[in-house]
């Protein structure tokens, strides 16, 4: 299938790929001192990716999924902290402007925000309770409580990534009034509100560079204005569930460009390292030329997979084959980079596992391709599920409820 390597597509390509090679420079020291690269953010602006996904109509780029991946897994080579980041400013206005009910007046003062302003969006839904595994668990514990001109919002959200470096934050959070836990009322809040704080508990394996700190409300107010009215939201969980690959295809997008820089650095490695008496490097030896080819293979077969979801989110939108050909992809992804930093680390020998080299923090990166939403337990659910035509009302719940 051709995927249409567009003049548009090539030249978000090198952009990306240049912004990539500026964070390579800092990545390393971003990853030690788990801080938040604000220049990188700054550099995606300068270069016009933050409309990336807004359509043409609303003042943006217009490139649609297919072009968000490839802008993604460049980004990732450079530092995949940034890329992953930046994924949440560009999901959330995918999932907002591309599929969402808003009215059109809504749609277009958020790309007015993002376009003409250029503020930085980040996601504050995720919450301690939460599992990948069972999205019936999204049902928020932190409330809204209303009051004149707007909520009161008490409560507290984690994985908040990029919430320091952020403008704005797409909020979530459940009425009080509301007898319906997985009701939602959405928000789209101007950063460090009254009432707000950032609690800087982020210090992980890997991609340390994201701070996915924890958010906490205390009485913060929110006007009306903020609120999101026209986009009701009765069920948390169904509402991801469908906006699933909107969410999370640049993600998978980005750990592929994790495994694409682990392969690159491998092969420099084998380049690079001659044994003293041998008259050539490891690079020819049999164990790691297979070990390069399997690596090559699994990202080529990945990659069309990824292109393949883009296209079909961008000329289908959400549909049953859509959401089933993106949780393969993310299986495969996941599965496929897992393996291959694991053998790019065992190529590099014991030399890669010093902190701080690139394969070492590669590594580290790419540790949670398996577990970032949706883990692969739950896309081979999804996957039999929707390959088997299976109702998800006749379905039992993988635990027991309370």
């Not at 912004?19 to 220049?39: C, M, W």
């Not at 469908?242 to 650095?265: C, I, K, S």
Request: hydrophobic fraction near 40%; charge should be negative; include cysteine.
């Amino acid at each position: 299938m051709e995927f249409g390597m567009t003049p548009e597509l090539k030249q978000i390509q090198r952009v990306s790929r240049e912004l990539a090679l500026d964070f390579a420079k800092r990545a390393a020291e971003h990853d030690r001192d788990a801080s938040t690269p604000f220049e990188n953010y700054e550099a995606i602006r300068k270069a016009g990716l933050f409309g990336l996904v807004v359509p043409i109509e609303y003042g943006g780029m217009g490139m649609g999924m297919l072009g968000y991946v490839i802008s993604a897994e460049e980004l990732a080579q450079g530092c995949p902290s940034t890329a992953l980041s930046f994924n949440m400013h560009s999901a959330v206005l995918a999932a907002l402007l591309m599929t969402g009910p808003l009215l059109e007046e809504t749609k277009k003062k958020i790309s007015d925000l993002v376009v003409g302003e250029g503020k930085l969006i980040s996601a504050t839904f995720s919450e301690p309770q939460f599992t990948g595994l069972i999205p019936s668990s999204y049902a928020c514990a932190t409330t809204t409580r209303r009051v004149d001109g707007g909520v009161i919002v008490n409560g507290k959200k984690s994985f908040a990534t990029m919430v320091e470096a952020a403008d704005l934050h797409f909020l979530v959070a459940h009425p009080e009034e509301s007898s319906n836990p997985q009701e939602t009322l959405c928000a789209i809040i101007p950063a460090k509100l009254p009432g707000m704080q950032i609690d800087r508990m982020w210090d992980t394996v890997g991609m340390r560079a994201t701070r996915s700190d924890n958010v906490i409300f205390e009485n913060c107010f929110v006007a009306d204005q903020y609120i999101l009215h026209d986009l009701p939201v009765p069920s948390l969980g169904g509402w991801l569930v469908n906006n699933e690959h909107y969410f999370n295809l640049p993600y998978t997008a980005v750990y592929f460009g994790v495994g694409v820089a682990a392969l690159n650095a491998a092969k420099e490695t084998a380049w690079r390292r001659k044994p003293v008496g041998f008259a050539q490097p490891l690079a020819y030896h049999p164990d790691v030329r297979r070990r390069i080819a399997l690596a090559s293979a699994q990202l080529d077969s990945a990659r069309l997979m990824i292109y393949h979801s883009a296209y079909l989110m961008d000329t289908e939108g959400h549909n049953d084959r859509t959401l089933s050909t993106y949780m393969k992809a993310k299986y495969l992804v996941g599965e496929s980079v897992a393996g291959i930093i694991r053998s790019a680390l065992e190529i590099g020998g014991g030399h890669a596992l010093v902190k701080g080299g690139p394969l070492e923090r590669l590594y580290r990166d790419g540790a949670s391709a398996t577990i970032h939403h949706p883990p692969s337990d739950y896309c081979l659910s999804e996957i039999a599920r929707l390959d088997l035509g299976l109702d998800p009302k006749e379905l039992q719940p993988p635990v027991r409820m309370a």
